[in-house]
């Protein structure tokens, strides 16, 4: 069920046909390892996830193709990897002390939940009703409290002595790292706008209604850059990173007609922002924000530059001409974006008359690459097999299953998107061949074991098309 925070629109037509639901992705995250409950045996602390073997595989993987997209197969921008804690100053020039807050209202009735009453409202106004309609409690139809401004950033203390002077913040988002580091990167990398920093890294939220598994929690990892450029050139910078960011997913195998772009209303947009438009993605629970991608033009760093002191602008050497740069600010989410990506790829088929789950993941996304199984466990399949794995693994991420029957070890690779099954049967040892199945079109096909490592390299790096596009 969508949590009251979420700003989720209703579902689409096709959302109904999908096999996918949220129950369906958190029992195959927690039966297959790839996500599970946070402190679990101690009951579980609300709304936070620990990542297991094949979850940790595919959040990483996910990163690293944001890094290959945004970093190497560009001229401009450059890497950053800046503290958690800041300076307490920070979060002062950069509004959060004051601004970073959500309307919270209770329920005064029966049930006593809390509730974001600027969702409440947009939920009223899409419902047609009028804008200064009287609230009330959507669980339990009470009464609800007065708004109270709830402000998001977890506090903790510095130092042996716990007082106002020994006061900082976990940061809510990475970005304030990378705007307080603009003039370090700008001496040693020698760029000059338009140009950008990115980085990866965890941020905290004590969000008021955290919900719909890893979509929103209060400690996930963000994927943020943020794109210097000359004030004029701003909008069509911010232009090209929606185009750019919304090409990443579909690349990586997000369905188009699973994706759109929103851009936020007047009254939406965020203190720093002049405009922002959301990539969103039909997730269970209907659509909503992925990824948002801002023009936060210069506030951040003439903010800074105001509480710190230091120069934060672009002086070119050759003209003399100085200014404070605009900044394009593409922020995604790296749970969230490791979350669309397994509901994208969740499928559900029959075939002999038993039903298969697969994840269709892009293979550069999946976790494993090629299950190497002996078909029976005797007969030296078994050794051949560990042979095999052995040499492919040195290539690319590979395993070695030998447990059950060789129809529950294919399931299990299903289940864990691992695009080539490698199975060595009694022909292998007689001929050094192998089958190959492929996970999407249950192809299998005979292949020499020598050459066999290269041409799975050669077969993961091309394109690949969704086969849920039909
Ligand atoms: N620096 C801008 C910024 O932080 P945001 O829209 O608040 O903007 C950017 O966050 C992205 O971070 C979101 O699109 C989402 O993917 C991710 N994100 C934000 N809050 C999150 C939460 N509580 N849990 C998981 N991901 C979150």
């Known amino acids: 069920m969508p949590e009251a925070g979420d700003r989720v629109s209703s579902m689409s037509s096709e959302a109904l046909h999908e096999p996918v639901t949220m129950e369906k992705i958190v029992s195959l995250c927690k039966r297959r390892g790839f996500v599970f409950q946070s402190s679990e045996i101690y009951g579980g602390l609300a709304s936070t996830y620990d990542y297991g073997h094949y979850g940790v595989l595919l959040k990483s993987n996910v990163k690293a193709e944001w890094w290959r997209a945004v970093v190497q197969e560009r001229d401009d921008v450059v890497a950053l990897d800046a503290a958690i804690l800041m300076h307490p100053r920070t979060w002062e020039a950069s509004g959060h002390l004051e601004g970073f807050s959500d309307p919270l209202v209770q329920c005064l009735g029966k049930c006593k939940r809390r509730w974001r009453e600027d969702h409440l409202r947009e939920d009223a106004v899409a419902h047609e009703g009028p804008p200064d309609a009287e609230l009330r409690c959507p669980a339990c139809g009470g009464e609800l409290s007065p708004p109270r401004q709830f402000n998001l950033m977890f506090e903790t203390h510095m130092g042996p002595v716990q007082d106002e002077g020994s006061r ?8 304030q790292g990378i705007f307080v580091n603009f003039k370090n990167v700008l001496q040693f990398s020698r760029k000059r706008p338009p140009f950008g920093i990115a980085q990866v890294g965890k941020s905290f939220r004590n969000e008021i209604t955290p919900g719909n598994f890893v979509f929103r929690t209060r400690e996930f990892e963000q994927m943020e850059i943020e794109f210097f450029v000359p004030p004029t050139e701003a909008p069509d910078w911010h232009e090209h990173w929606l185009e750019e960011r919304m090409r990443w997913y579909v690349e990586l195998g997000l369905r188009p007609d699973h994706l759109k772009l929103r851009e936020h209303g007047p009254e939406e947009l965020s203190h720093y922002s002049s405009a922002t438009s959301d990539i969103e993605y039909l997730f269970p629970m ?48 790296a749970d969230r974006g490791s979350l669309a990506f397994l509901v994208d790829a969740y499928d559900e088929e029959e075939v002999e008359g038993r039903e298969r789950v697969v994840l269709r993941l892009h293979p550069r996304l999946a976790p494993v690459k090629a299950a190497v199984l002996p078909l029976v466990n005797k007969d030296g399949q078994p050794e051949l097999a560990r042979r095999v794995y052995e040499e492919l693994r040195r290539r690319l991420p590979a395993e070695f299953d030998t447990g059950g029957s060789i129809g529950k070890r294919y399931r299990r690779q299903d289940e864990i998107g691992t695009p080539y099954g490698v199975t060595v049967d009694h022909q292998s040892l007689e001929d050094e061949t192998v089958t190959l199945r492929d996970r999407d079109s249950l192809t299998q096909e005979r292949l020499p074991i020598a050459g066999l490592a290269d041409e799975l390299v050669r077969r993961l790096a091309a394109d690949w098309r969704s086969p849920k596009l039909g």
């Not at 209907?286 to 230091?310: K, M, P, V, Y």
């Open 168 to 175: 900082i913040f976990l940061r809510p988002e990475t970005a």
């Open 286 to 333: 209907g659509w909503s924000e992925l990824e948002g991608i801002a023009n936060r033009g210069d506030f951040d760093l003439t903010q800074h530059a105001r509480f710190s002191g230091e120069k934060l602008e672009y002086v070119d050497s050759a003209t003399g001409e100085r200014y404070v740069p605009h900044v394009i600010e593409p922020s995604a989410g």
